[in-house]
Nanobody, 115 residues
């Protein structure tokens, strides 16, 4: 059975960084299919845009965001590196896989950014 398990959340100060992880089990799938969402209190769940980190990435500094996504194919894990965190980044973060018409979600991990 497919399982997505997030980890790495916590409480940080504004401006600090966190690295979330999503461990995938029960299926062999391209980790490129894993994306991140977040849901803040009183808000709808939203997709988290993140630039992929790869050896052939060529994003200009001017368009690089605070969030990057990387994939460890050996450990079957996807990471979300979040830098310069802001209070508005406070939310529960979920990793998500949509495959064969079915959406799979992890339980989510809380990220709280204090000012």
């Amino acid at each position: 059975q497919v399982q997505l398990v997030e980890s790495g959340g916590g409480l940080v100060q504004a401006g600090e960084s966190l690295k979330l992880s999503c461990a995938v089990s029960g299926i062999t799938v391209s980790l490129n299919s894993i994306v991140w969402y977040r849901q803040a209190p009183g808000h709808q769940r939203e997709w988290v845009p993140a630039i992929p980190v790869s050896s052939d990435s060529s994003y200009a500094d001017s368009v690089k965001g605070r969030f990057t996504i990387s994939r460890d194919n050996v450990k079957n894990t996807v990471h979300l590196q979040m830098n310069d965190l802001k209070s508005e980044d406070t939310a529960v973060y979920y990793c998500h896989l949509f495959l064969g018409g079915i959406g799979y979600w992890g339980e989510g991990v809380q990220v709280t950014v204090s000012t």
